[in-house]
């Protein structure tokens, strides 16, 4: 009766036993399984990133071969529009001369091609040029003016009149 008393006394001592181990193993393997199926869907992400990552930077090569095209053609554009620059250059002060002739020629009574009145007998004429003449001191102002006779004649805008 000893020994069965034994027995019996073991026998929950091993069932347990058995169950500790079995829980821990069975356990061991949820967390084995678990992180293995993790790490394949983290794999699985890094390539979708890697592919992403690849098509991104496909992209933005072309864009930097496109980009590097346009700088080139507009560095040509430059260097030509440079040389064009400095061939016409000797001519900026002529053409500062010519703008500020127009501008004082705006501000006269008469222009060139308008029809005129010469005062002394109400002759019509046409203005055909503005001479401009003078010193440090003084200026004058003068028209030349084509009368019905083709006479030429240089008059102060105080001989003419327009033509109404």
Not at 140 to 150: D, F, H, M, S
Request: proline letters at 4%; glycine letters at 2%.
């Amino acid at each position: 009766m000893n020994d069965n008393s034994e027995n019996s006394s073991k026998a929950p001592r091993f069932n347990r036993r058995f169950w500790i181990v079995s829980s821990v193993i069975l356990t061991l393997t949820l967390v084995c399984f678990i992180s293995y199926r993790s790490n394949l869907k983290l794999e699985a992400e890094i390539e979708d990133l890697k592919s992403k990552g690849a098509e991104q930077m496909q992209q933005l090569i072309l864009q930097l071969d496109v980009t590097k095209a346009k700088l080139s053609m507009i560095t040509e554009e430059k260097d030509s529009l440079f040389t064009r620059l400095q061939k016409a250059e000797p001519y900026f002060p002529l053409i500062g001369m010519l703008h500020f002739r127009d501008s004082v020629e705006n501000q006269l009574p008469f222009q060139v091609g308008d029809i005129v009145r010469i005062k002394p007998d109400s002759a019509k004429a046409v203005v055909a040029d503005i001479e401009v003449s003078g010193s440090k001191f003084s200026h004058q102002v003068l028209y030349k003016v084509i009368n019905k006779k083709r006479e030429e004649l240089y008059l102060d805008a105080t001989m003419l009149w327009p033509n109404p």
